[in-house]
């Protein structure tokens, strides 16, 4: 049977990996007391930016790798991936955990886990594989990362292992798993914690899962709310338009209703984004949805300001202000200068477009 995909590689430039497992990362370092500064070297987010209350920020795929492999060579012990996934819980799986539940049998639940694995922050590359056994999900790293890939492994088995667990549990445990990497020096540890007989230096990383608990019905399945959960999960999927992009369409639009007040809302509706979507892909382009709001209505009062048609109440109008003094104030913040003096300096001119 080909090889069938269910997740496509999102492109590595782009800061849409939910940071969950960078941020688990700092927590151990932080209980070990290992200096994490130093991951973040040369990096825009630092270790302030996983403490805090807002919540870990998003990553490109490469500063995620890059701070795992700095967190790996600082970290004492061997087997963090097996240590760290094996703490995690259902509740971490958040909305996909309760899309799971809510599946009719075991083997739906883990075909919508695959497809939707970007949603938690996954930075391996999943799909099902039918199998003699069963279905085999296999795993790939986007990109070539030996000096991770055991740890990304490790992380994703051990975690999804517990989740397995909470869902069908305690006597589930997958048929095999095989991994492409050679054995580790801890490799026994495997099949301590995963409950499955594993093999090292095979052609792909996957773990194969028996045909009988694919059948096997959710205690909780309920077809109405997994409709509405796989909404949300589909909706929530990382964007795999470039952030330029973003920003272009977005521009685009603001100045089509340049003299209304938009909502970021219904623009993201507009680019089939959710909100929280086009936010995240306008921080990966280091722009905001205000700041592009602004310079779209700055352009456009420049330049009605330099023609010279229109009293500064109506220019004020167009951009979007029903008072001219916050228009006057926002000019202000804008440029410096106050509307008449931009009017007065460039006179007829004609203003150069961006």
Not at 23 to 39: E, F, K, N, Q, S
């Amino acid at each position: 049977m080909p090889h069938r995909r269910l997740v496509d590689p999102v492109p590595p430039g782009i800061a849409n990996i939910k940071s969950g497992i960078v941020a688990t990362l700092v927590g151990h370092g932080l209980d070990t007391g290992v200096a994490i500064a130093p991951w973040f070297e040369g990096m825009r987010v630092g270790p302030r930016d996983f403490t805090g209350p807002q919540g870990p920020p998003y990553l490109t795929y490469r500063e995620a790798c890059r701070v795992i492999q700095r967190a790996l060579a600082a970290l004492p012990g061997e087997g963090l991936g097996l240590l760290l996934g094996g703490r995690q819980s259902l509740g971490e799986f958040g909305l996909l955990g309760l899309a799971m539940m809510a599946s009719p049998n075991f083997g739906e639940a883990m075909r919508t886990a695959v497809r939707f694995a970007p949603v938690t922050g996954s930075m391996l590359d999943l799909a099902v594989v039918e199998d003699a056994d069963g279905i085999a999900v296999t795993l790939r790293t986007r990109t070539h990362e030996p000096a991770i890939e055991a740890y990304l492994c490790e992380e994703f088995l051990a975690s999804c292992h517990n989740l397995c667990r909470a869902l069908l549990g305690e006597g589930f445990a997958g048929k095999r798993i095989e991994l492409a990497y050679p054995a580790p020096a801890h490799a026994a540890r495997y099949a301590e914690v995963l409950g499955a007989p594993v093999a090292f230096g095979r052609p792909d990383s996957r773990v194969v899962i028996a045909r009988e608990w694919l059948a096997h019905p959710m205690p909780a399945a309920n077809p109405v709310a997994l409709r509405e959960l796989v909404a949300v999960c589909r909706a929530q999927m990382p964007s795999e338009q470039p952030p330029a992009g973003i920003v272009a369409a977005l521009q685009e639009r603001l100045a089509l209703q340049v003299a209304d007040t938009p909502r970021l809302t219904d623009l993201a509706a507009e680019l089939h984004l959710t909100e929280r979507t086009l936010r995240r892909q306008l921080r990966a382009a280091g722009t905001s949805f205000r700041a592009l709001h602004d310079g779209v209505r700055e352009r456009v009062a420049c330049e009605l300001l330099v023609a010279g048609k229109l009293p500064i109440v109506q220019v004020a109008a167009a951009v979007g202000f029903n008072d001219a003094r916050d228009f006057r104030r926002a000019f202000k913040r804008w440029t410096g200068r106050l509307p008449r003096e931009m009017r007065r300096q460039c006179g007829g001119c004609a203003l150069a477009r961006p």
